[in-house]
């Protein structure tokens, strides 16, 4: 990688420190560092992973390697500000990039004056693709109904947000948990 990419990388991750912080400027900080990756990879890509020509590379592997890099940066940025299409982007970056991971494989042996340059796209591919398929398929496991033990000792299926919410306020303010259906009758 590149020290631009290592800077961008770590702006990213600092925005993601203060976004899971919830301190001001967060946001900001990730979408710019993140949306100046998207730009880095997906624009320039066949100036930046030809080293040290443009010769020393193939231009239509780096274009399809900095489409699919640019998009799975794109699907983190959305799905880390939970704004919709996240997953898509996600999806179609992580299967872009697995593509370009085979492709770097089997024509590093076509090619072995490249090996260098085939490396390099191969760590970029495996390291944010990696990231994309995690975010991707990591999300699924939280949203899994967990057994919740009842006071009784019976176990239970955890209700939907909204009425865990309602519990945990009933039990801060020592409501009696029964008493909750009425309280929700009376809102309706």
Request: aromatic content about 10%; some cysteine.
């Amino acid at each position: 990688m590149r020290t631009a990419e290592k800077i961008l990388f770590g702006i990213a991750l600092i925005g993601l420190l203060f976004k899971i912080q919830h301190w001001p400027f967060a946001s900001v900080v990730l979408i710019l560092s993140l949306s100046a990756l998207v730009i880095l990879y997906s624009q320039l890509a066949t100036r930046w992973f030809g080293d040290p020509t443009r010769q020393d590379q193939l231009i239509w592997f780096s274009r399809l390697s900095g489409i699919g890099l640019g998009i799975v940066v794109l699907g983190m940025l959305f799905t880390i500000q939970q704004w919709p299409n996240g997953k898509l982007f996600l999806l179609i970056g992580a299967m872009v990039c697995a593509v370009s991971a085979v492709l770097s494989l089997v024509l590093r042996k076509d090619r072995p004056e490249l090996a260098a340059y085939f490396r390099g796209i191969l760590w970029r591919v495996s390291i944010f693709g990696g990231l994309g398929a995690l975010l991707l398929y990591g999300q699924g496991l939280k949203n899994e109904a967990r057994p919740l033990e009842q006071e009784s000792g019976t176990v239970d299926v955890v209700q939907p947000p909204t009425e865990r919410a309602d519990r945990v306020v009933y039990f801060a303010l020592n409501i009696d948990i029964h008493d909750m259906d009425d309280v929700r009758k009376r809102r309706r």
